[in-house]
């Protein structure tokens, strides 16, 4: 995010901030008040750039913020120097004028340095972007020195690309020799501290990862399963259940960002059970890559339990979002388990009152077949009433029975 330059500050402040070496704490405590922006263009419908605002609504919620208004505009691409049009920007410029507890507009979709600028002189506010966005979320929820050495690393990866935009009101109108201004200089400076800090967090995320490859070595013969899945969508809640701990479930966006294991035993056979950080739509690519570390609990998992919120309206869209990540990070192949969590909750929002149990009961079998025909074996649960757990226990018993037999084919289990 980045904060308004004063005129009297020759010192821009850079992209929300981030000071090198210092902690980052995210968005303030108290309620900031934002609008939020989206484009509609020939690749993305109408009905498509709301839903993205819903969810660019949400992250603003769980980061602190509450959204008073949102702007749309139809256009073949982005504005090269401020996103939007002149008029639509206009138009944003008079409702915060009109509305001065505003101090933030967000944009759904990522901004460069020399955009992030231009609006922030235009509208005289806090511009945010979806990447710094979702990158403050993740800094107020990293608790563990790994999570914050990815965030870093990543909140570095953000900034690098933007500081020649972010540095554009010291350079010289007119260029040639002798009229080379300090901003070129300032941005060669801060590229190499960048980048030397860049390769700083690398080289101290190898050796985390280190530590923690020799943690895995040391439970290697136990089956393991991770939970993943769109972020809120249940995971945390269920890892409570079947593994009878308290792991930090809300009904937030990235509620978990550092990997749980809990050791579980179904039917005296003992796994490894990992809750891990929940994928998005747009999620940044230096995000992703700055979190393998954090994901190779999933790519070193037998078993994956793909679990999804059943009620959402878009819930088929996770479902591609999260197996397009998977494929991503190279666990698109494992063995995988659909479960279809908040059962309850989707026959409450699109079961009429008057639907006999008959009917009810043949929608959900055809949803089910469906579902199995496009996406694999499934089961439908509840976390929050413990329907279909038992079921999904008796699919995960047999599928840790299979993965054991493969991996000690000579052994004899006495389970």
Excluded: C
Aim: hydrophobic share 35%; no cysteine.
């Amino acid at each position: 995010m980045t904060a308004t330059t004063t005129k009297q500050n020759a010192t821009p402040r850079m992209a929300k901030d981030w000071t090198l070496g210092e902690k980052d704490a995210g968005l303030k405590k108290e309620e900031e008040y934002a609008v939020l922006v989206g484009l509609i263009t020939p690749d993305v419908t109408e009905t498509q750039a709301q839903e993205y605002l819903d969810e660019l609504e949400f992250l603003a919620t769980t980061a602190g913020a509450r959204t008073l208004k949102r702007f749309t505009q139809r256009a073949a691409h982005p504005e090269n120097r401020t996103f939007v049009g002149k008029g639509k920007m206009e138009e944003i410029r008079q409702y915060l004028e009109r509305h001065e507890e505003i101090n933030m507009v967000i944009f759904d979709d990522d901004l460069s340095g020399k955009q992030t600028n231009n609006l922030e002189e235009a509208l005289k506010v806090k511009i945010v972007d979806r990447s710094s966005l979702i990158l403050d979320i993740f800094a107020n929820r990293a608790q563990t020195a790994q999570a914050k050495t990815q965030v870093e690393l990543a909140q570095m990866k953000y900034l690098l690309p933007r500081l020649r935009g972010l540095w554009t009101h010291l350079e010289r109108q007119r260029g040639g020799i002798g009229m080379r201004g300090p901003g070129e200089s300032q941005i060669e400076t801060d590229r190499r501290l960048v980048q030397f800090r860049i390769k700083s967090l690398e080289a101290k995320l190898k050796d985390i990862d280190r530590q923690a490859q020799t943690q895995r070595k040391t439970r290697g013969e136990l089956i393991r399963v991770s939970l993943v899945g769109y972020t809120n969508v249940g995971k945390s809640t269920l890892m409570n259940r079947m593994s009878k701990s308290e792991v930090l479930a809300e009904n937030k966006l990235f509620a978990t960002l550092d990997t749980t294991v809990r050791k579980v035993v179904f039917d005296r056979m003992p796994f490894l059970l990992s809750d891990t950080v929940g994928f998005i739509r747009k999620l940044p690519h230096h995000l992703v890559e700055s979190f393998k570390s954090t994901l190779d609990e999933v790519r070193e998992s037998d078993i994956l339990l793909h679990v999804v919120d059943l009620a959402h309206p878009q819930f088929e869209d996770h479902v591609k979002t999260v197996r397009q990540t998977l494929q991503e990070i190279g666990a698109g192949d494992k063995p995988t388990l659909m479960v279809y969590n908040k059962a309850d909750l989707y026959r409450e929002r699109y079961f009429d009152d008057l639907l006999d149990q008959a009917t009810r009961r043949e929608i959900e079998t055809e949803l089910k077949q469906r579902l199995l025909n496009d996406y694999g074996e499934n089961v439908f649960v509840s976390a929050h009433t413990k329907e279909g757990l038992d079921e999904l226990r008796d699919r995960m018993v047999r599928l840790i029975k299979e993965a054991y037999v493969v991996r000690y084919p000579h052994q004899v289990k006495g389970w």
